[in-house]
């Protein structure tokens, strides 16, 4: 989180909660994300196999005002307009282009009838159809992700993450962001920690339809490993699980992620449901217009920790937000809108929202006002945050650094 105003930003969930916990509601809820900035959003493969773009990120979700999702949103474009070196008048053109994406989106989406918005889903290439940037461009930029997303196969995370010993592959020993879990330390009682990851495997696969369960059970669980991944997730537990299918040449990794407590539970209340496992996986097949056929949840371990399960890599793919024009962070600031509003649509009521947001740029106007004020705090709070550090008052460790491209698993 020290590395940027921006990073800082990402790992600030809670933080954003507890101020806009004091702002006015116009009281029309929606399931929210929680933490809906720039970079919790990306591409995966869907179930019917086409690259699809969506939220990624559902480890914060609850029902809530959907103008705290909004927010959330527009001001991660004003800050990383400028950690991309962009003046202010391109600052709030990007940030205005995302809230008037998602009104404009809304307000289709209040026309459309209920089947129609649930079947309504965003492949790459449905990006074509988006203004804004050159179409050569585009489509250069569009096809290198394409193949770049469809390179993160199971196949592909065997190599990167196992090795082959004896005839077997195990996951290999990469510190400070992959460790086996037959190396932990003895106080650790390896042992004892797999046993308990296989039991709480056991209960998930009830989580998850016959089918799918008939095809996971195909499957043999052959390693166990600790992935340490993006900023918001460190601290928490986070696993990965190797699974041997027909072959050696035939694997399926999975990621087991603890769910804690949503931090927006403090101002709006706990979750309907009694696991945070299943807190996040039900706000995610909600909100996403395609979810991962692997995607459910367990109780683990001797103190009942609340996991959710989902497949480490499936054709997945992120924008690199370190770098980019202001032509291209306006297109992808429409594409966040856009995708924003159909998960809203999906759980909320679109015709009311819509007639909230009205057809001209008044709300346009004063998200981005809004999204002005809180980069401005959100520079502040990192300011106190490394000064902290500096002074001694947080403490802090580093063992090694984590890239973009681990942070996104």
């Given amino acids: 989180m020290r590395v940027s105003a921006f990073t800082f930003y990402r790992g600030t969930a809670g933080i954003m909660a507890s101020d806009l916990a004091?702002?006015?509601?116009?009281?029309?809820?929606?399931?929210?994300?929680g933490d809906a900035h720039l970079s919790n959003f990306g591409a995966y493969a869907?179930?019917?196999?086409?690259?699809?773009?969506?939220?990624?990120?559902?480890?914060?979700?609850?029902?809530?005002?959907?103008e705290w999702d909004v927010k959330r949103l527009a001001a991660s474009f004003t800050i990383a307009a400028k950690e991309l070196g962009l003046g202010r008048s391109d600052g709030r053109k990007v940030t205005a282009m995302s809230v008037a994406a998602y009104r404009k989106a809304m307000a289709q989406f209040a026309r459309q009838g209920f089947l129609e918005l649930w079947y309504d889903f965003m492949t790459t290439?449905?990006?074509?159809?988006?203004?804004?940037?050159?179409?050569?461009?585009l489509t250069t930029r569009i096809d290198r992700f394409n193949r770049r997303a469809r390179a993160h196969t199971n196949l592909q995370a065997l190599q990167k993450?196992?090795?082959?010993?004896?005839?077997?592959?195990?996951?290999?020993?990469?510190?400070?962001?992959?460790?086996?879990?037959?190396?932990?330390?003895?106080e650790y009682d390896a042992p004892k920690l797999e046993k308990a990851v296989h039991e709480g495997f056991e209960r998930y696969k009830a989580t998850i339809s016959d089918d799918r369960r008939t095809l996971l059970e195909r499957f043999t669980p052959i390693d166990v490993g600790i992935k340490v991944v993006g900023v918001g997730s460190v601290g928490t537990r986070c696993l990965i699980m190797l699974l041997e299918g027909r072959d050696r040449k035939d694997p399926l990794f999975l990621q087991v992620k603890e769910a804690a407590p949503s931090v927006l539970e403090a101002h709006l209340g706990p979750s309907e449901?009694?696991?945070?496992?299943?807190?996040?996986?039900?706000?995610?097949?909600?909100?996403?217009?395609?979810?991962?056929?692997?995607?459910?949840w367990a109780e683990a371990g001797p103190e009942d920790r609340h996991f959710y399960f989902r497949q480490l890599r499936d054709w997945k793919g992120s924008v690199d937000v370190s770098v980019g024009t202001a032509k291209q962070a306006g297109f992808y600031a429409q594409i966040c809108g856009m995708t924003l509003a159909r998960g809203h649509a999906r759980s909320g009521d679109p015709v009311a929202i819509s007639a909230y947001l009205g057809k001209g740029d008044t709300f346009d106007r004063a998200i981005t006002d809004f999204s002005e004020a809180y980069a401005a705090q959100n520079d502040?709070?990192?300011?106190?945050?490394?000064?902290?550090?500096?002074?001694?008052r947080l403490e802090v460790s580093t063992t090694g650094s984590i890239s973009d491209s681990e942070a996104a698993g």
């Fill in 125 to 137: 290439d449905d990006l074509h159809d988006i203004g804004g940037m050159d179409p050569a461009d």
């Fill in 380 to 392: 502040r709070d990192y300011e106190a945050f490394v000064q902290a550090i500096d002074d001694g």
């Fill in 46 to 66: 869907s179930p019917s196999r086409q690259l699809v773009f969506d939220a990624n990120d559902f480890d914060e979700t609850l029902p809530g005002p959907f």
């Fill in 273 to 296: 449901y009694n696991t945070h496992g299943r807190r996040v996986v039900e706000g995610q097949r909600l909100t996403q217009a395609q979810s991962d056929i692997f995607l459910g």
């Fill in 161 to 186: 993450l196992a090795e082959e010993v004896d005839g077997r592959y195990q996951i290999r020993s990469d510190p400070p962001v992959l460790f086996p879990m037959r190396e932990l330390p003895s």
């Fill in 22 to 33: 004091g702002t006015p509601r116009c009281g029309l809820t929606v399931q929210l994300g």
